[in-house]
Antibody
Framework: EVQLVESGGGLVQPGGSLRLSCAAS????????MNWVRQAPGKGLEWVSA????????YYTDSVKGRFTFSRDNSKNTLYLQMNSLRAEDTAVYYC???????????????WGQGTLVTVSS | DIQMTQSPSTLSASVGDRVTITCRAS??????LAWYQQKPGKAPKLLIY???SLESGVPSRFSGSGSGTEFTLTISSLQPDDFATYYC????????FGGGTKVEIK
């Protein structure tokens, strides 16, 4: 069974940093691109970032470019989202999501984690 | 950037109703469209990919159609478990979600 388990969320002050993790199991991890999608309280879904199966290609939505870094460790079946210079508008539940292909672009998501809440507030 | 517009934003329906949700893209996305269902406090679940392909395990009362810029998700006979919010997503160029359609009990 495919499982994705996020961790690392919490309360952080504006300008602070946080690192999210996503532990994957039940599939050949390096064969699939992975993504982060967030959902602000009471709002819709927003794609944040994608990484190819090998980890050599990443994409980011404009609002997080230069602040967030998406990486993966295929030996540990784990994803990481390093979030720096956090803003109030980054407050959301962050989901990791498995792509249907190895390519970082041009794919939808067939499995999602349960999400981890990030709150940016003073 | 490709914008995705869903309509309606809220839909009131009864068990057994046929329900249709529309998603429009700001430019052609061929058939690179997915539909997700999300229930409160839960992660989204993939229903349809490539506009009309049913994800494994999803009931056959769900169907998708369309290509280019206009797409529909149809639930042929609404069941109690189907009351949820539905999102479309384009994956032709980067990734964009529609604003969501909440299906409520009438």
């Amino acid at each position: 069974e495919v499982q994705l388990v996020e961790s690392g969320g919490g309360l952080v002050q504006p300008g602070g940093s946080l690192r999210l993790s996503c532990a994957a199991s039940g599939f050949t991890f390096s064969s699939y691109a992975m993504n982060w999608v967030r959902q602000a309280p009471g709002k819709g879904l927003e794609w944040v970032s994608a990484i190819s199966g090998s980890g050599d290609i990443t994409y980011y939505t404009d609002s997080v470019k230069g602040r967030f870094t998406f990486s993966r460790d295929n030996s540990k079946n784990t994803l990481y989202l390093q979030m720096n210079s956090l803003r109030a508008e980054d407050t959301a539940v962050y989901y990791c999501a498995k792509a249907m292909s190895i390519a970082a672009a041009g794919t939808c998501f067939d499995c999602w984690g349960q999400g981890t809440l990030v709150t940016v507030s003073s | 950037d490709i914008q995705m517009t869903q309509s309606p934003s809220t839909l009131s329906a009864s068990v057994g109703d046929r329900v249709t949700i529309t998603c429009r893209a700001s430019q052609s996305i061929s058939s690179w469209l997915a539909w997700y269902q999300q229930k409160p406090g839960k992660a989204p679940k993939l229903l349809i990919y490539k506009a009309s392909s049913l994800e494994s395990g999803v009931p056959s009362r769900f169907s998708g159609s369309g290509s280019g810029t206009e797409f529909t998700l149809t639930i042929s006979s609404l069941q109690p478990d189907d009351f949820a919010t539905y999102y479309c997503q384009q994956y032709n160029s980067y990734l964009t979600f529609g604003g969501g359609t909440k299906v409520e009990i009438k």
